[in-house]
């Protein structure tokens, strides 16, 4: 193509002074770098500060979790404890209440297992049954050779004698300013 | 207009794809390794660390064997701690010889401190600690006591002594003694029930075991949060129906009129009539569970289940219940019998006194105890009715099931020869069990509805449900008007027999029947001469009966006949009415039954 015909192509050329004013534009070519801007510190405090109570917080967590096993593991260890002791006095306890001991004891308090019991019927004040008291004599002997075996019973009266050995060296001396003991009943009047 | 990737722009494009491809190869192999530990052999892995790496640690747990009560929770039978001491001498000798820091308490001193909890001597154990140094000097071990109470492990272990270790073991206590102990039964060395409530009902007296697993971390402490616990279950409580107490007077009852009358054995049972449970199971010679060697091995087992024996003159009972419940006879009709008597068959009966021949009623036979009488009465029914009537009576039968019980023989009708077709209507050529008789008479006493026996009355698991053991059978195995005549009867042979001012219990009307029965020899051709065992059986009261008591002798030798267990029968049964308050008898005894006729 002529270069003529090629500028006769091309629109026309317009004088600055023609030209209608442009709106002014805002982007322009980056002509320099743009200056270092500090950043927030407001922001940078307050993703660190999250950042660090986020690890407290765990932190602080697993302690507490932690820390309630140590309280278990002392309130277990008293738990034993006190069951070590409940055990110690359950054992000291076994054999005192067998019916043996019970029945010796009573015999030396002078108590009989006695006969057939009499029994009153309030409604009509009728008495059913024998209405004798109970002679003096019992139907068995709780210390004679009829005796049940209670090997509990005979472990601890061997541990008594032992320890009463062992008492009997204190001295028994009675205070002289102490009245006599009384061993046969207080004195009472004979009533008819 | 296009644009082409230039040589220049299309390099670095392909080394970031490389680079890319690269890392993700990278990171694929990562991935599949780690799928491979996490998930594929996850499992193999976890078992290494448990076994090899020791990581974790798995402990049994055990639980206590269960308790055995009685009807009103008085414990018969618990588990209890005991603790098993020893040294370690080579410590001992470690720390003593320590110059740099010398223990706070030296070894003398600390072994009279032992010895004095222990209760043994202090010279004697610093002898035998160091004779086993002597011995051995790396010992670790020397057994000092077994079986310390809970008392004595927290005195020696508030010594605070490093080489004194105590090691827990289970025992079991028994704290009523050998109250209702052949009925407890006891356990062997290895804490296997041998014999007794503790075999029977082992399957709720065992405990179930726990387990404990932890993770460890190096140092051996338990990681937290690690543990993971399965609670070892307690066995349950079992719950008899024996009273302990009554128990106990029967056993101290039976002991002193057992010696006194010279027998060898004596057994007591004690049935409530209207439910079937025992109340009391005693015997003598008697065992203490918690003392075995105190006792005969022979006293082990249980007399009272476990003998059977020729019951005599106590089943003729069970002979008039059948011939009357047959109506074969009546209360009036009469048989003419001598004191002895030659049988068509050739059988030859005597009685236990010599008389001419009396007729007489089914009363007067059995207040006598003729023999001659029940046998005639008794074969006016054939007998395979009557070998239906002993079963239905429970001969032949256990009534419990309890451990080494005996069934008792019974041999079928068309065996009986000629002796034993009448014999059988008086008690031989059959065994039976103490508690079988009971049995048999709780069937009279409660107008003919015979209720199975029973000494479980509840199993108490640990989590507290109750398990009742199955409902006991109730069968009427004869009409009630044959048991209130067999009643009225046995209520005359109290009061019209010969025994009837020493079985007398004031203020109550008693129903008795005695037995002195032959003890056959041990080669089985015929039976001891002298040797009786004698029973006394009966309920009060008899107008409404309450209990029914049993007391045998075994060859009682001051008086040989049944009269030496009538004051043991009476003590007996007149505890078992104050025992339960059972009100005196009101209504007067009908009149008396005319013995002949």
């Given amino acids: 193509m002529s270069r003529a015909t090629a500028s006769a192509l091309l629109p026309e050329p317009v004088s600055p002074a023609e030209r209608p004013s442009r709106p002014s534009r805002r982007l322009s070519p980056v002509t320099a770098p743009a200056r270092n801007r500090r950043p927030k510190l407001a922001y940078a405090l307050i993703a660190l500060g999250g950042a660090a109570l986020i690890g407290t917080a765990q932190i602080g967590l697993s302690l507490m979790i932690t820390h309630d096993s140590f309280v278990l593991s002392g309130l277990n260890s008293q738990q034993r404890e006190l069951d070590l002791q409940t055990s110690a006095i359950e054992e000291e306890l076994a054999g005192i209440s067998s019916p043996q001991l019970l029945a010796v004891k009573a015999s030396e308090l002078g108590m009989v297992v006695a006969g057939s019991a009499s029994y009153l019927r309030l409604s009509d004040s009728a008495i059913l049954g024998t209405n004798a008291g109970a002679s003096g004599e019992s139907t068995i002997d709780p210390t004679g050779k009829g005796t049940v075996h209670n090997a509990l019973l005979n472990a601890k009266a061997q541990s008594a004698a032992e320890n009463e050995r062992s008492a009997d060296d204190t001295s028994k001396s009675v205070d002289p300013d102490l009245p006599p003991p009384i061993t046969e009943g207080l004195p009472s009047p004979t009533t008819r | ?597």
């Fill in chain 2, 1 to 597: 207009m296009t644009t082409r990737a230039t040589r220049a722009t299309r390099g670095p494009r392909r080394r970031t794809v490389v680079a890319l491809a690269v890392i993700l190869a990278v990171l694929c192999a990562f991935v599949v390794r780690l799928i491979d530990i996490q998930v594929v052999s996850a499992s193999e892995h976890v078992k290494d660390s448990l076994q090899v790496g020791q990581l974790g640690s798995t402990h049994a747990l055990t639980g206590n064997r269960g308790s055995i009560v009685d009807a009103n929770g008085t414990v018969l039978a618990s588990s209890m701690t005991v603790y098993d001491a020893q040294l370690s001498p080579n410590l001992i000798m470690l720390l003593e010889n320590d110059k740099d820091g010398p223990p706070e308490t030296p070894w003398d001193e600390a072994a009279d401190k032992i010895a004095a909890i222990t209760g043994q001597d202090a010279d004697e154990l610093r002898a035998g600690v160091a004779a086993n140094l002597k011995d051995n000097p790396d010992s670790k071990y020397y057994q000092l006591k077994n079986g310390l109470s809970t008392d004595k492990y927290l005195e020696l272990r508030d010594l605070g002594l490093v080489y004194l270790s105590m090691k827990p073991r289970e025992t079991r206590v028994y704290p009523n003694g050998a109250v209702a102990g052949n009925i407890v039964g006891y356990l062997d060395s290895e804490r296997e029930a041998q014999a007794g409530i503790e075999q029977m009902q082992e399957s709720c007296l065992a405990p179930t075991d726990g387990e404990r697993t932890y993770l460890r971390g190096k140092g051996g402490e338990i990681i937290p949060g690690s543990e993971r616990v399965v609670d070892a279950l307690d066995g349950g409580s079992v719950q008899l129906t024996i009273n302990s107490d009554l128990n106990w007077y029967m056993q101290q009852m039976l002991a002193e009129q057992a010696q006194k009358q010279g027998a060898r054995a004596a057994t007591a049972v004690v049935v409530e009539v209207k439910t079937g449970k025992i109340r009391a199971a005693a015997e003598w010679p008697s065992m203490d569970p918690n003392d075995l060697n105190a006792s005969n091995p022979d006293d082990w087992g249980t007399r009272v289940f476990g003998l059977s024996y020729e019951p005599g003159s106590t089943f003729k009972a069970i002979t008039a219940a059948a011939v009357l419940d047959t109506g074969a006879v009546n209360m009036n009709t009469t048989v003419s019998a001598a004191g002895h008597e030659k049988f068509p068959n050739g059988a030859v009966i005597n009685d236990a006194f010599v008389h001419g021949a009396y007729n007489y009623t089914l009363a007067g036979a059995l207040i006598d105890s003729s023999n001659v009488a029940v046998s005639k009465f008794g074969t006016m029914i054939d007998s395979q009715t009557r070998y239906e009537y002993l079963q239905r009576f429970g001969v032949g039968e256990k009534t419990i099931d309890f451990p080494r019980e005996a069934n008792g023989v019974l041999h079928p009708a068309e065996g009986w020869d000629s002796q034993s077709l009448y014999t059988t209507t008086f008690g031989q050529h059959f065994t039976v069990t103490a508690p079988q008789i009971a049995g048999a008479y709780q069937a009279i006493a409660n107008g003919g509805e015979k209720i199975d026996l029973s000494l479980v009355e509840s199993c108490t698991l640990d989590d507290g449900t109750v398990v009742k053991p199955e409902a006991p059978e109730h069968k009427q195995i004869i009409s009630e008007s044959t048991a209130d005549q067999v009643s009225r009867i046995l209520e005359n042979v109290a009061v019209q027999g010969g025994l009837a001012d020493q079985v007398s219990i004031p203020g109550y009307r008693v129903a008795i029947k005695t037995g002195t029965a032959q003890k056959p020899k041990d080669d089985g051709s015929g039976y001891k001469a002298g040797k009786y065992y004698t029973s006394m059986v009966g309920f009060a009261p008899a107008e409404d009966p309450e209990y029914v008591v049993i007391v045998t002798l075994d060859e009682p030798t001051r008086i040989a006949s049944s009269t030496a267990t009538a004051p043991a029968f009476q003590q007996a049964m007149t505890q078992v009415l104050k025992t339960y308050r059972v009100p005196p008898s009101t209504a007067p005894m009908d009149e008396l039954l005319p013995k002949f006729n």
